[in-house]
C-alpha cells in the first residue's frame, strides 16, 4: 500500500500556518524516500520545540482574551511577513500569486479555517484546556487521513485504517469517560485537517511566504473591525491594565510587546517548517510532529496543573497506540521505497 498522495504535496503556508502544523498532511512535500538533512533535521526539531512551548507564550498575554490575542497574532505576523516580502525583494511573486483568483479565494478560506484554529487553541490555554489542546493535535493526523479516504477517496492501508479506528474509539471513551464532547480537541485537529485539504490544490503553486501573507490578509479586515469594536467599548487588554491599580505604569508597553511577539512568533516557525520539509523524508517529518503535543501535554500537567482523569488517560493511551501504528506503516513504507530503488 502506498501513502496517500495528499501526504506528498508542498506546505503552502503554514500553519506556512499552520500554523502549517501538519507533517505528515496534505500540505507535505516531501520524499519519502529522500536521505535525512542534519541541517533541516535540526530545524525541524526546533520548530517542533517551540510549538511545544508556544502555551507558556499564550498563557502569559492575559489580560486579552483569545480573540484579541488573534488580532494581535495576525495582524503582527502580517506585518512581519510583508517586512521579508520587502527586504527580500519578492514582490513579483506576491502579485503572481494575487493575480490567481483561484489561488487567491483557497488561501482565503485557508485563512478562516487557521483563523478557527488559533483562536481555539489560544483559547484552550487561557480556560485551563491545555491538555485538550495537545489531544487535539495528536488526534489530527488521524483526522488528515481519514479526510484523505473519504474526502478525497483515496486509498488507505490496513494499518492506516486501524489507526483511524483507534482515533475513534479514543474520542467515544473520552465522551463517555468526561460526560461531555472534547470539542477543543476536536475543533483543533479538524479545523486543521480541513486546512490542509483547502491548501492541497495550491500548495505546488504558492510559496510559503507569499501564502502566508495572503491567507493573514485575507481575514485581517475582519479582525480589524473586531478590535475597533473592543476599543470604542472600552473592552481591550490595555484598557484592563489602565483600570488595574496593581498595573505598573509600563505594563503596557510588555504587554503590547507580547502581543507583537505572538505575530512574529508565528511567522518564524511556519516559514521554518516549509523549509525543513524540503530536506526530510516523510517518515521523519511523521515523527518529529508529535513532540510539539508531547511538550503541551506535559506542560498543561505539570506546569498548569490540569486535572487529568482516568477517560483522558487512557483515551490518550489509545490515540497513541493509533500513532504508533500509523508511525511503522510509514516507516515501513520508506523502508520498502529504499529498497525498491537499489
Not at 72 to 92: E, P, S
Not at 113 to 132: E, F, P, R
Not at 258 to 283: D, E, K, N, Q, Y
Request: charged share 15%.
Amino acid at each position: 500500500m502506498s501513502i496517500p498522495r495528499s501526504s506528498r504535496t508542498t506546505p503552502a503556508i503554514d500553519n506556512a500556518s499552520a500554523e502549517a502544523t501538519q507533517t505528515a498532511d496534505m500540505t507535505q512535500s516531501t520524499s519519502p524516500s529522500s536521505q535525512i538533512d542534519p541541517r533541516s533535521l535540526l530545524m525541524g526539531i526546533t520548530v517542533y520545540i517551540m510549538w511545544g512551548f508556544f502555551p507558556l507564550y499564550f498563557h502569559s498575554l492575559a489580560p486579552a482574551g483569545s480573540f484579541e490575542v488573534i488580532v494581535h497574532r495576525a495582524i503582527w505576523g502580517l506585518v512581519a511577513c510583508l517586512v521579508m516580502i520587502a527586504l527580500f525583494r519578492r514582490w513579483d511573486r506576491m502579485r503572481a500569486v494575487i493575480a490567481d483568483r483561484e489561488v487567491l479565494g483557497r488561501l482565503s478560506l485557508a485563512g478562516v479555517l487557521i483563523v478557527i484554529n488559533w483562536t481555539t487553541y489560544v483559547y484552550a490555554v487561557q480556560s485551563g484546556h491545555t491538555v485538550d489542546a495537545a489531544l487535539g493535535y495528536f488526534i489530527n493526523p488521524l483526522v488528515t487521513v481519514a479526510l484523505a479516504r473519504f474526502v478525497l477517496k483515496e486509498r488507505l492501508s490496513l494499518s492506516q485504517k486501524v489507526a483511524v479506528g483507534l482515533g475513534a474509539a479514543a474520542v467515544v471513551v473520552l465522551v463517555v469517560g468526561l460526560g461531555r464532547l472534547p470539542w477543543v480537541s476536536l475543533v483543533l485537529a479538524f479545523s486543521f485537517g480541513f486546512y490542509g485539504l483547502v491548501k492541497k490544490r495550491v500548495a505546488n503553486r504558492v510559496p510559503p511566504l507569499e501564502g502566508m501573507v495572503v491567507e493573514t490578509a485575507a481575514v485581517t479586515p475582519p479582525l480589524l473591525a473586531y478590535y475597533g469594536y473592543l476599543a470604542l467599548t472600552g473592552a481591550t487588554s490595555f484598557h484592563v491594565l489602565a483600570a488595574d491599580p496593581s498595573a505598573s505604569a509600563n505594563a503596557w508597553i510588555w504587554h503590547l510587546l507580547l502581543l507583537v511577539g505572538a505575530g512574529v512568533l508565528t511567522a518564524i516557525p511556519l516559514l521554518l517548517f516549509a523549509r525543513a520539509s524540503r530536506g526530510l523524508p516523510l517518515g521523519v517529518m511523521g515523527l518529529i510532529q508529535y513532540i510539539g503535543p508531547c511538550l503541551q501535554l506535559l506542560i498543561g500537567i505539570l506546569v498548569f496543573h490540569e486535572p487529568m482523569e482516568p477517560a483522558r488517560w487512557i483515551g490518550t493511551a489509545i490515540i497513541w497506540l493509533a500513532l504508533v501504528v500509523m508511525s511503522a506503516d510509514w516507516i515501513g513504507q520508506v523502508v520498502r521505497m529504499r529498497r525498491e530503488k537499489r
